[in-house]
């Protein structure tokens, strides 16, 4: 069977030791021993702290140190994933009429999988910006509810106090300025709760956007945005 295998690895596609030993006709010996060359290789090459630091960097980008699992014995040995560079960089020194073929092959294949996570991440990412954007929409609305029964508490304290005042102002009619006092005390204890609940579903939509948000470049600026004007205390509940 000629089809390459391939798996990914931080978002990119990867080919095993194992495989590449296989399709190349090699040892698998041998092919660890070829990658731990070029790895060795670089640290020689490096002559300062600071140069080795970016190579092994680079060349850790290339190469993958994993494990894999014998189908008879069912011990782990260990072998490596490489992505396009760090296969490009091993089967540099693989030569022969079949050697070519599989590096075509391999190059083929590395194209297919690199076309087909660009296709799944551009998905991925109208879908994730679809619901950032719904998050927001949520954020939006929580906001504009809570700044709006905020002003409401806010006129109904007032009302109370005021009726509150005419209620101790003129003490011979008290029984109709006490009620109307006590209809205005219990409005405003009632949107207190409104306000509370409006915080909570505020402080909800803001953990949603946070979650869907996760990795989104502009998110500290956007949420700086949505909460302007908002007292501290309620941008941290």
């Keep these: 069977m000629n089809d390459i295998i391939l798996s990914t690895q931080n978002g990119e596609p990867v080919a095993s030791s194992r495989e590449v030993a296989k399709r190349f006709g090699k040892n698998h010996r041998d ?78 294949a590395f194209n297919a999988m690199e076309k087909q996570l660009a296709a799944q991440h551009k998905g991925q990412r109208a879908v994730q910006d679809a619901n950032i954007q719904n998050a927001i929409d949520r954020v939006i609305e929580a906001r504009k509810k809570l700044d709006e029964n905020t002003a409401f508490l806010d006129e109904c304290r007032k009302n109370r106090e005021d009726s509150k005042a005419k209620y101790m102002q003129v003490k011979a009619l008290c029984g109709e300025f006490k009620a109307i006092y006590g209809q205005h005390c219990d409005t405003v204890r009632t949107m207190e709760n409104v306000v509370r609940g409006s915080q909570s579903f505020l402080t909800s939509a803001i ?26 205390e309620k941008k941290e509940e």
């Design 31 to 108: 092919v660890l021993r070829a990658i731990e060359d070029i790895l060795e290789g670089v640290r020689k090459i490096a002559q300062t702290p600071k140069d080795i630091t970016a190579q092994n960097c680079a060349v850790t980008q290339m190469f993958f140190k994993s494990e894999y699992t014998h189908p008879q014995n069912h011990q782990k040995y260990p072998m490596y994933l490489m992505n396009r560079d760090g296969f490009s960089l091993l089967a540099m020194g693989f030569t022969g009429k079949e050697a070519v073929q599989w590096k075509l092959k391999y190059i083929s």
């Design 207 to 232: 953990d949603n956007l946070t979650i869907v948000s996760k990795g989104y470049p502009f998110y500290a600026a956007l949420m700086d945005s949505l909460l302007d004007g908002l007292p501290a």
